[in-house]
């Protein structure tokens, strides 16, 4: 069993940083791929980011390249997001997600099993 909280969402102005926090329990990241996703009002899940088992490989939408980063403690079991240079656009309920057995991310939110409750991020222009 994976128990995920996220945290470190909130309001910021268009331009600004936030950085979300993912502390998981139940199994040690180091073993794990993890995904984070963002599902606007009205609008399907949509993948963000995710880091495989290893923490080396990374992976991003399009939509947020070269303005986050995904990194993981695993002394702390925690998977981060580091989100710069924020746009309205940006706007959603941020979720981390992982699965049993996976050890690279998948961009499809079909594939993952274990979420956790979501933080809001809202960006104002």
């Known amino acids: 069993q994976v128990q995920l909280v996220e945290s470190g969402g909130g309001l910021v102005q268009a331009g600004g940083s936030l950085r979300l926090s993912c502390a998981a329990s139940?199994?040690?990241?180091?073993?794990?791929?993890m995904g984070w996703f963002r599902q606007a009002p009205g609008k399907e899940r949509e993948f963000v980011a995710g880091?495989?088992?290893?923490?080396?490989?990374?992976y991003f939408a399009d939509s947020v390249k070269g303005r986050f980063t995904i990194s993981r403690d695993n002394a702390k079991n925690t998977v981060y997001l580091q989100m710069d240079s924020l746009k309205p656009e940006d706007t959603a309920v941020y979720h981390c997600?992982?699965?049993?057995?996976?050890?690279?991310?998948?961009?499809?939110?079909?594939?993952?099993?274990?979420w956790g409750q979501g933080t809001q991020v809202t960006v104002s222009s």
């Open positions: 997600a992982t699965r049993r057995g996976i050890t690279i991310p998948t961009s499809n939110p079909r594939n993952y099993d274990y």
């Open positions: 139940g199994r040690p990241v180091s073993e794990l791929a």
């Open positions: 880091i495989d088992w290893s923490g080396t490989n990374t």
